[in-house]
């Protein structure tokens, strides 16, 4: 029987070459993003995943995607960073349909932390620092974004500190040590677009307490995509997307769409 391992290495080996036919580059992003008429199945058989999404935000915007799981919301961002290829609609940065830009360099433009952490059998400082191209981060700059997403409280306690190899995928550390990690690397990356998907769902009550404070300083920074299931965590975007079934169904505050009393005033209940 093969591993897990080299099951995995094989295939990413396998994959097919992502195409890459943009040429734009930019010298700076102001992370204007506009989703235009999108609609999306990833079978062609199947039903659509999204139908007719359009919505924006503006640049250091923080904006929120709730909705019930399958209702379209990774799969938005899945799209916005060019993972699958979009079959009708269009999705604008800064006023440029994405597919315009070359593929390598539109990727920076994003910093990216889910629920599923990937971490390396390096150090603490290395795993961090994965991210920017050109991979020149001072120690300064790491222990800075470490002490942000609250990881630096755990890390002196390693064995080597920020120099502790921390073993395949992080093995041996929590699943909030690992998500910790991931959030200090995207601070660290301080990428124009800042993309969290439930970025704080592995930790417990009281350390999610203290990362959402660094991310509500951080986040200010950057344009912010926020997919969360605990609304708790999006009270203060400055606008919520409630998604059902693929579609667009209400847009506003927290507090505007508490006063409607419709799609989002029942999640809200629910949570």
Avoid: W
Avoid at 116 to 141: C, K, Q, W
């Amino acid at each position: 029987m093969v591993s897990p391992e080299p099951k995995r290495f094989f295939s990413v080996l396998d994959s097919s070459v992502e195409k890459n036919g943009g040429v734009k580059t930019a010298q700076g992003v102001c992370a204007h993003i506009e989703f235009k008429d999108i609609n999306f199945q990833y079978s062609a058989s199947g039903e659509n995943i999204l139908k007719n999404v359009t919505f924006s935000i503006q640049p250091k915007e923080i904006v929120a995607l709730v909705g019930r799981s399958g209702s379209g919301k990774t799969s938005l961002v899945n799209l916005l960073m060019r993972f699958y290829p979009l079959e009708t609609g269009n999705i604008f940065l800064d006023g440029h349909d994405v597919h315009e830009y070359e593929l390598t360099e539109f990727r920076q433009y994003f910093s990216y932390v889910g629920q599923h952490v990937v971490l390396f059998n390096d150090t603490v400082a290395n795993n961090i620092a994965y991210g920017p191209l050109n991979g020149r981060m001072s120690r300064e700059d790491i222990v800075r974004a470490a002490t942000m997403a609250h990881a630096i409280e755990f890390i002196e306690t390693l064995p080597q500190g920020f120099d502790t190899v921390i073993g395949e995928n992080g093995s041996l550390l929590s699943g909030g040590q690992r998500q910790r990690l991931a959030l200090a690397r995207a601070i660290l990356k301080n990428a124009p677009v800042l993309i969290l998907d439930e970025a704080t769902s592995a930790l417990d009550t009281e350390s999610e307490r203290f990362i959402q404070d660094a991310l509500d300083k951080f986040m200010h920074q950057c344009t912010t995509l926020v997919i969360a299931h605990r609304l708790s965590t999006v009270k203060q975007a400055n606008k919520i997307i409630v998604m059902e079934k693929g579609q667009v169904v209400e847009i506003g505050t927290h507090e505007e769409l508490l006063a409607k009393n419709g799609h989002y005033n029942r999640l809200y209940e629910i949570h």
